[in-house]
């Protein structure tokens, strides 16, 4: 990861990517239950590293939607990815502080 990091921040070839991620002001996710706790920590540190911030995920505001009794992580065995559960992380907390939970189930109705 240090040397995505890196590659961002220095590579020429990389200059819009950074642009990008220093002017975003909101990142959605869907299906947050596919990505794995590792994924979301690389995630997390490349916007606070290059972002140059403290603030978790770099001071960007997060929405993230899913269920997570529906889809499970992918695992990677490439990049030694377990595929760990993101709500297996006691400080999920403090990186995603207000969560909403939606109790009633509503489907369109077909015709």
Do not use: A, W
Request: net charge positive.
């Amino acid at each position: 990861m240090i040397f995505l990091i890196e590659k961002i921040k220095n590579n020429k070839d990389m200059i819009d990517i950074k642009r990008r991620i220093i002017n975003v002001d909101t990142l959605c996710i869907d299906e947050i239950s596919m990505l794995s706790l590792k994924l979301l920590l690389q995630i997390e540190k490349v916007l606070r590293t290059v972002r140059e911030s403290n603030i978790p995920f770099g001071g960007i505001q997060i929405i993230v939607s899913g269920d997570f009794f529906q889809l499970k992580p992918v695992p990677n065995d490439v990049y030694h990815d377990r595929g760990e559960l993101i709500i297996s992380y006691e400080k999920i907390h403090s990186l995603i502080p207000h969560h909403y939970v939606l109790s009633q189930v509503h489907k369109q109705k077909v015709t």
